[in-house]
């Protein structure tokens, strides 16, 4: 599905509002064989408060762990016919969308998650809640991993350098808009009772920058810091190295615009082929 942005409607940050929580992305804890500029996505993410307790039902997995009765059910129900809420992903839904609508293709990633926490992987709020956020796809701003000495075992200097350009910034901003305009239009907007994080005080451009810049987190997608033509050949062989290989997502010649595992398993699909038929 793909949505166009543009202004919002109607005023964007309503009392039904929902709450941001914005970060920015991966780089990979590797060092390159050489040095050498390394891409890095972006990452922010929307907290909301949903009207569970006024309704005194479960909507969100907050609701759920909230309930003694309700977290035995749902873990039996996983037990017994490996279905309900922790059957599913932690993402239960993505959209592709140009945050512009002369933009020529997709530029975000938008997630919605169906609960929400303090920090990533904490324990869950007690109010009933969710999450969604947004990355960037084509990012165009360039980090650097760089090898600190000839220690193999030291680690390397990672710059992530994110936000480094004026687009890069432009799509995070607009896209944590849009965020908040879908939380405020129905059938969202009926489950919404609060923006929880940023909340209504952020409500101009800069505003949602400093908020991106400050609270932004990285996301599990980093690739591209042995690219393929750079360190590799077409043959996932280190240049300059005889008998080695690399066959992971480290190799991709630029970041895939979505989540990487299913061209990870290209590559190492790839990569088996080439190495048997050495
Ligand atoms: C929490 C999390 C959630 C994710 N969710 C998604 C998702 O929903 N969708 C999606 O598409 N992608 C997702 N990803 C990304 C995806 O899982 C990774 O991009 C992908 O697994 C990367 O594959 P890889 O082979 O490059 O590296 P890895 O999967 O990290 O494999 C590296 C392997 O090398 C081994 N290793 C490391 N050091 C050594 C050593 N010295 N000697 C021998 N072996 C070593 C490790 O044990 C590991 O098995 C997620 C990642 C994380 C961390």
Redesign the pocket.
């Known amino acids: 599905m793909t949505f166009a942005s543009g202004p919002p409607a109607s005023s964007p940050a309503g009392p039904q509002a929902s709450r941001l929580r914005s970060g920015a992305a991966a780089g990979r804890r590797r060092a390159s064989r050489r040095d050498g500029s390394v891409p890095f996505i972006i990452l922010a993410l929307l907290l909301l408060t949903t009207s569970a307790f006024a309704q005194q039902s479960s909507i969100t997995i907050n609701d759920d762990l909230a309930s003694w009765w309700r977290t035995g059910r749902m873990g039996l129900q996983y037990l017994l016919f490996k279905s309900g809420p922790l059957a599913v ?1 932690a ?1 239960h839904a993505a959209a592709f969308v140009r945050t512009r609508p002369e933009s020529k293709r997709p530029d975000a990633q938008l997630y919605f998650i169906n609960f929400s926490s303090a920090e990533r992987g904490g324990k869950l709020h007690a109010h009933s809640g969710f999450t969604t956020s947004v990355s960037q796809c084509q990012v165009e701003s360039r980090g650097s991993v760089h090898l600190r000495s000839a220690d193999p075992a030291a680690p390397p200097s990672i710059r992530y350098n994110y936000l480094a350009t004026e687009n890069d910034r432009r799509v995070m901003v607009d896209g944590l808009k849009l965020l908040r305009r879908i939380a405020d239009t129905p059938p969202m907007r009926d489950y919404v009772l609060d923006e929880y994080l940023p909340g209504p005080k952020v409500q101009s451009d800069a505003d949602w920058l400093a908020f991106c810049r400050e609270s932004g987190s990285t996301v ?2 980093p690739s591209s810091t042995c690219r393929m033509g750079t360190v590799v050949d077409e043959r996932l062989r280190v240049k300059g190295v005889s008998g080695l290989r690399v066959i ?3 190799v991709m010649p630029s970041v895939p615009s979505g ?4 061209a ?1 398993l290209a590559v ?1 699909e790839k990569g088996a082929d080439l190495v048997r038929a050495r």
């Open positions: 992903a993402g599990f997608h992971d997502a480290s989540n990487i595992n299913a990870v190492a």
